[in-house]
């Protein structure tokens, strides 16, 4: 009799939140749970705290990712889509798709979105390509340990004796010809996969999404971040940035001490320009510091 292994309790492990998080957008939450040997529920809970896309629910985690998903949904080329990718592949298109949108901050031309979306379909090309290279590395691998197996027979007898144990050289040429088919197919599979990799990294680079190219866009400005922490380094520039800050400080506390005094506009009325709580007691401060002075120069 067979029993289910014990689910794992307690808080997620750093290998689990790594799995997850590697995981959420290709694979199906209970798969997921399989995998990690978890109930379902700790899983949805740490997709949804970490933002992540979730290849079952993708609209459910938030509002911003319900807004992307339906926008997309309702995108002329979905209806395209759903002709040419079965489910899985869908959903998968959908996730990374919310992911994309999401990096670009929600700001995508119309060009853009056409390149995403070859993206994302040569990725999945990509996938069915290394998914047909694994079941043609099995194949090789099945037929060497068949071919090796008849070698271990002895040779046929000379004249034939139809042995149960003996060399099948028909079967041996078969199998060889079946691996030779087998090599082949995984040499063409390799070399789509090459080419599709070639395309997909030319698409990063007309989107400009490669860290190197956010880094270089960073730098690219006159006055930009990496020039100023730069400059945070070099002791006279940091001494004649706190003298100017000084100087700006030093103008608005006088400035400000200006307008919080009387003045005399052009209709001859007589007011405070800046009228708030720190002005009103400014001001009752130095009258009744005028006060106190007046009242001693009439005891004295």
């Not at 959420?24 to 740490?46: D, W």
């Not at 992911?99 to 670009?104: L, N, T």
């Amino acid at each position: 009799m067979s029993t289910k292994p014990k689910l794992k309790s307690g808080s997620l492990s750093i290998s689990d939140q790594t799995y997850i998080r590697e995981n959420a957008s290709k694979m199906p939450l209970a798969k997921i749970a399989e995998a990690l040997g978890r109930r379902t529920n700790p899983i949805i809970k740490f997709i949804k705290e970490n933002g992540l896309t979730s290849f079952d629910d993708l609209g459910d985690i938030d509002e911003e990712y319900q807004a992307i998903l339906e926008d997309l949904q309702s995108n002329i080329f979905y209806k395209e889509l759903k002709k040419q990718l079965d489910e899985d592949e869908l959903k998968y298109f959908s996730a990374h798709w919310i992911e994309w949108i999401i990096q670009f901050n929600c700001d995508v031309l119309a060009s853009e979105q056409m390149q995403i979306k070859e993206l994302i379909i040569i990725d999945i090309l990509n996938n069915r390509i290394m998914s047909k290279r694994l079941m043609a590395i099995k194949d090789i691998k099945r037929i060497n340990e068949a071919i090796e197996a008849e070698y271990t027979k002895p040779m046929p007898a000379n004249p034939p004796i139809v042995l149960p144990a003996e060399r099948d050289i028909g079967l041996i040429m078969s199998l060889e010809t079946q691996l030779g088919m087998a090599k082949a197919a995984d040499s063409n599979l390799t070399t789509e996969s090459t080419k599709l990799s070639k395309d997909k990294k030319d698409l990063y680079i007309a989107l400009k999404a490669t860290r190197d190219q956010r880094f270089k866009s960073v730098e690219s400005g006159e006055k930009t971040f990496m020039k100023l922490i730069k400059e945070l380094y070099d002791e006279e520039q940091r001494k004649r940035i706190g003298d100017e800050a000084a100087l700006i400080r030093a103008a608005t506390d006088r400035k400000r001490g200006e307008l919080y005094d009387y003045h005399t506009y052009g209709d001859n009325i007589l007011d405070i320009p800046i009228l708030n709580a720190e002005s009103v007691l400014q001001k009752k401060e130095l009258e009744y510091e005028e006060a106190q002075v007046c009242s001693e120069k009439q005891e004295a």
